[in-house]
């Protein structure tokens, strides 16, 4: 792996699924590129908080060691979690390939003052909600690139953006193997069929005062946890045993989420630290990152 790409929907799903395989490769000198697909300004009426969620993304990745150059707003909308409600699976299901599908902020894409939308970068202008383009600057950004290894969202995911970005990643893929390209793509999940309140497991109540990892206040763990398979799990297309386990580093292993480098990194996204997803977004802080090797 010396060329990553971590392709996410939303801003924190790049910290939640990948900050230990992010903050490792940098480590180790090796090329990240973060794609952040949507601007998660599902609860927006206008841009503003797509654009507060952005620049949550670039502290967060700050944090890790990753430099705003390798980060790419692609600038999309995020309308919703259940798949006929969100944006980029309905993306993926349209046959029209022009037909606009404006979100609840904007019709085209857009990005911050200081940093442009991936099309407004290339093109001068920002690109209209259709799945043609969507499709095409995706394509295009994986060729500039070229990564020698893809971590995406899953089709397994219950949120319609991470499983319709799965397919569109995976179309993409399919398409570039007929020219001699063919990176490992690696998938996960972060909303599972067994549901948010059942998965991951979270922290026990005695652990901390909060029981969400705010150790300034409590006790810390003595020692982070691995995943736990979810209820159901392998009633779908990946099966549990068959997962690929990447250890995070020593800086992510501290039980003290004050010290522990994903929770800082987590911290900066204080739009979606809500009071009732709190402890689930701590959850994610294991002592690993789990992905499936993905054929396609």
Avoid at 4 to 24: F, K, N, Q, S, T
Avoid at 48 to 66: C, H, P, Y
Avoid at 226 to 234: E, K, L, Q, R, S
Wanted: proline content about 4%; aromatic content about 10%; some cysteine.
């Amino acid at each position: 792996m010396d060329k990553i790409m971590v392709i996410v929907p939303h801003e924190d799903d790049e910290i939640l699924m990948a900050a230990g395989i992010i903050e490792r490769a940098l480590q180790e000198k090796k090329q990240v590129t973060v794609v952040m697909a949507t601007n998660g300004d599902y609860e927006g009426r206008d841009k503003v908080s797509g654009s507060v969620r952005l620049k949550e993304t670039l502290m967060g990745l700050e944090v890790l060691g990753l430099s705003q150059e390798r980060v790419i707003f692609m600038g999309y909308a995020d309308t919703g979690m259940d798949p006929e409600e969100s944006f980029l699976y309905n993306l993926y299901t349209e046959k029209e390939e022009n037909k606009l599908h404006p979100g609840h902020c904007s019709a085209e894409t857009y990005g911050l003052p200081k940093k442009a939308d991936f099309h407004t970068e290339r093109y001068g202008s920002p690109a209209a909600y259709t799945r043609r383009n969507f499709k095409e600057d995706l394509r295009r950004i994986i060729r500039e690139n070229e990564p020698d290894t893809i971590f995406t969202t899953s089709e397994e995911d219950m949120h319609g953006d991470h499983s319709g970005l799965f397919f569109f990643v995976k179309e993409i893929l399919r398409e570039e193997k007929e020219r001699g390209y063919a990176p490992v793509l690696y998938s996960t999940v972060v909303h599972t069929k067994s549901g948010d309140e059942n998965w991951p497991k979270r922290l026990k109540k005695g652990d901390t005062d909060d029981g969400v990892g705010e150790a300034k206040k409590g006790r810390p763990l003595s020692k982070l946890e691995a995943y736990t398979c979810p209820p159901g799990f392998n009633e779908g297309s990946l099966d549990w045993e068959k997962r690929v386990r990447f250890p995070v580093s020593a800086s992510m292993q501290s039980g003290d989420f004050s010290v522990n480098l994903k929770a800082l990194a987590l911290s900066m996204h204080k739009n979606a630290l809500k009071e009732d997803a709190v402890e689930y977004l701590y959850a994610f802080i294991k002592a690993e990152e789990i992905f499936w090797k993905i054929e396609y």
